[in-house]
């Protein structure tokens, strides 16, 4: 029995040939989902962001088989699973994947929404005067659920109504009532769920962080570290200084409890710790300072044994 190789038309050689060009060339490699994403707005996302990325949208099949076929070179396998789950993509660029991922976040807009589609969020109409004069929507307000009277000749919304719970259907009367309230809850844009650069793949919960906030989060934890490596009485670069000034003063505190002079102390190095102890003073880390600051600690620890035994 004969067998036959399905036949590959030549267009989908060509689109699978420029897919690998493209994979092979760029060094970040993103993948967006375009579910629910209009053909419109997809066309204008592209033209704003042309400076800063290529994006190329094919069939999955094709986007697997360029993958598979450059494997060799670069392994992209791992977006794959990706792929899979959404209706994707190709995002290619040379730019650092996180700034790119924000360019991307600061190009989405938002739409009204439509009936059947699902709840981004709570979505809820506070009370307060609204622009309608007095009239039938009243009673198209009450059909939506939305407790509304007549105060000084303005419709007023009473109190607050949710009109759809996140992760649920919006209806057809609270998708209307939206569009009138000039409330679109609905945010279209590119959905980007996995960058890969030098092999590293990041998912969007890890993409998705404001600088502002990790620059927080990284002097955040540098203080944190110091602040253990001092409790410890590790010596680094950045813990010396403090180790210096709080040896310096603890063995102080502890000689006027025992009544020891502390003169036995050369006065450079005396002169060199009160310095170091300066909170706007900048040290850099050197043996010599370490050989000093464990000195200073030792004797610290030979007059807490001292007090310990009176």
Do not use: C, W
């Not at 999955?60 to 076929?69: C, G, N, P, S, T």
């Amino acid at each position: 029995m004969n067998k036959h190789k399905a036949h590959v038309s030549e267009k989908k050689k060509i689109e699978v040939s420029y897919l690998k060009e493209l994979l092979q060339k760029n060094k970040v490699v993103l993948i967006a989902d375009l579910t629910s994403l209009p053909a419109a707005q997809l066309q204008s996302i592209k033209t704003k962001l042309k400076k800063d990325l290529k994006i190329r949208v094919t069939k999955k099949r094709l986007l697997k088989i360029a993958i598979e076929d450059i494997k060799q070179q670069r392994d992209l396998t791992s977006l794959i699973p990706y792929i899979d789950k959404t209706m994707p993509a190709l995002l290619v660029t040379d730019k650092d994947p996180f700034s790119i991922y924000t360019t991307i976040k600061r190009s989405k807009s938002f739409v009204a929404a439509k009936p059947g589609q699902i709840a981004p969020s709570e979505l809820a109409v506070e009370p307060g005067p609204t622009n309608f004069p007095p009239g039938p929507i009243i009673g198209e307000l009450g059909q939506a659920g939305i407790i509304a009277a007549v105060e000084a000749g303005k419709v007023v919304i009473k109190r607050r109504s949710i009109l759809a719970k996140v992760g649920e259907p919006i209806s057809t009367k609270a998708a209307g009532m939206l569009a009138k309230l000039g409330v679109q809850p609905i945010e279209i844009g590119l959905n980007v769920v996995v960058a890969l650069e030098d092999g590293i793949v990041y998912g969007k919960e890890v993409l998705d962080v404001d600088p502002e906030t990790y620059i927080k989060n990284l002097l955040q934890a540098h203080y944190e570290a110091v602040s253990l490596a001092v409790g410890v009485s590790y010596i680094t670069k950045d813990s010396v200084r403090v180790l210096l000034s709080k040896a310096y003063r603890e063995v102080l505190g502890m000689s006027k409890n025992l009544n020891i002079e502390v003169n036995t102390e050369p006065e450079d190095i005396k002169s060199e710790i009160k310095e170091k102890s300066k909170g706007n003073v900048q040290t850099a880390y050197s043996e010599e300072d370490a050989k000093k600051a464990q000195e200073v600690l030792n004797r610290l620890k030979e007059y807490d044994i001292k007090k310990k035994s009176v």
